[in-house]
């Protein structure tokens, strides 16, 4: 029976790579010269930090960021952002916390969305992924579709270990 893994995480290595884009560009425009603005990701806390010296350069940064990320095919769902704060004598900054997982109230929602859908088959949650079971491989596509672009699904997910 065809079954595949659905997870929820962010491809760091991408998203590395959209951060030094943004940099590149950050430092190739004329209305940033002289500017100390940045974003860096915090692997860590996994945050992405965006610092400039007012709310306009902090959102340009912000713009020119998600640019460069849906270049690289990361979501923006599972971003939250904050609110732009003073850090420092002129700087200001935002957070983007990146969720990554499921969560409690991310596996219900799943699960009531998966009956929702009227999917045919099984599927269990496990270690950090769901295992999604039917005999239809089309099913699993649509399913997979469906869960992916609901309104209410505030999590970035992908396909793994596709099994036919």
């Given at each position: 029976?065809?079954?595949?893994?659905?997870?929820?995480?962010?491809?760091?290595?991408?998203?590395?790579?959209?951060?030094?884009?943004?940099?590149?560009v950050i430092s190739g425009r004329f209305d940033f010269k002289g500017s100390e603005a940045k974003a860096e990701y915090k692997e860590k806390e996994k945050i992405?930090?965006?610092?400039?010296?007012?709310?306009?350069?902090?959102?340009?940064?912000?713009?020119?960021?998600?640019?460069?990320?849906?270049?690289?095919?990361?979501?923006?769902?599972?971003?939250?952002?904050?609110?732009?704060?003073?850090?420092?004598?002129?700087?200001?900054?935002?957070?983007?916390?990146?969720?990554?997982?499921?969560?409690?109230?991310?596996?219900?929602?799943?699960?009531?969305?998966?009956?929702?859908?009227?999917?045919?088959?099984?599927?269990?949650?496990?270690?950090?992924?769901?295992?999604?079971?039917?005999?239809?491989?089309?099913?699993?596509?649509?399913?997979?579709?469906?869960?992916?672009?609901?309104?209410?699904?505030?999590?970035?997910?992908?396909?793994?270990?596709?099994?036919?």
């Amino acid at each position: 029976m065809p079954t595949f893994d659905l997870v929820s995480r962010i491809d760091e290595m991408e998203l590395n790579n959209a951060l030094k884009n943004t940099e590149k560009v950050i430092s190739g425009r004329f209305d940033f010269k002289g500017s100390e603005a940045k974003a860096e990701y915090k692997e860590k806390e996994k945050i992405i930090e965006i610092k400039a010296e007012d709310e306009m350069k902090v959102k340009t940064v912000l713009d020119i960021l998600r640019t460069n990320m849906g270049k690289r095919g990361i979501g923006f769902r599972g971003m939250k952002e904050s609110p732009i704060e003073n850090s420092g004598l002129k700087a200001k900054k935002m957070t983007l916390s990146l969720s990554t997982g499921f969560d409690k109230d991310a596996q219900k929602l799943m699960n009531r969305l998966i009956k929702e859908s009227g999917f045919k088959g099984k599927s269990q949650y496990m270690d950090e992924k769901f295992r999604l079971e039917s005999k239809s491989i089309d099913e699993l596509q649509t399913l997979f579709q469906f869960l992916k672009t609901h309104k209410d699904m505030n999590l970035e997910l992908h396909m793994e270990n596709m099994k036919r």
